[in-house]
């Protein structure tokens, strides 16, 4: 049931229509489609999905905005984006990875693990998330950032791999 979901409700959440107004409701297609989404959220424009079939393991919380050309490998895991989150554009939610050493039949093998965002992120531009990762709440990822590790809450992270830069203070707040 899952994949025929997919198959009509997939492709009109993906047209690549420019009116502000078929932004604000892309969410309910994604929903149609078997995606869990919690409320209304921003979805700016085309994204990827893999596997097909695997839109039931994506969940994203209320208040968010998804930029274009977002990249979600589901492979055999979850990914969870919490509430009132920024995903820039490019960003990679990398659930699958594969073995370092070949074997005979078997090859590298899958390995898949979640992806887990809290509340209040900005995930900037280009920037890859790999599986087994945890973003707490209120956290800051600069662009082009590789995400190998967990974050903690309230920090400002950067670099390849994502490194804590600093505390996130009220400060920071735009006025």
Aim: contains cysteine; glycine residues 12%; aromatic residues 10%.
């Amino acid at each position: 049931m899952n994949k025929f979901k997919e198959i009509i409700f997939w492709p009109l959440f993906n047209l690549k229509i420019r009116l502000s107004i078929y932004d604000e409701l892309r969410f309910i297609f994604l929903r149609l489609a078997g995606a869990n989404i919690k409320g209304r959220s921003v979805f700016y424009a085309r994204m990827t999905f893999r596997p097909f079939g695997g839109l039931n393991k994506l969940s994203i919380g209320r208040g968010c905005f998804i930029n274009e050309g977002v990249r979600f490998s589901l492979a055999k895991s979850k990914i969870s984006i919490g509430n009132e989150c920024l995903i820039g554009p490019n960003v990679s939610f990398e659930c699958a990875g594969h073995g370092l050493v070949h074997k005979p039949i078997v090859g590298r093998g899958l390995i898949s693990k979640d992806i887990e965002i809290g509340d209040r992120c900005w995930i900037s531009a280009d920037v890859t998330i790999l599986g087994g990762v945890t973003i707490g709440s209120d956290v800051v990822v600069g662009a082009k950032s590789l995400v190998t590790k967990s974050l903690d809450s309230g920090f400002l992270y950067c670099g390849i791999p994502a490194k804590k830069i600093r505390i996130l203070t009220t400060s920071d707040e735009i006025g």
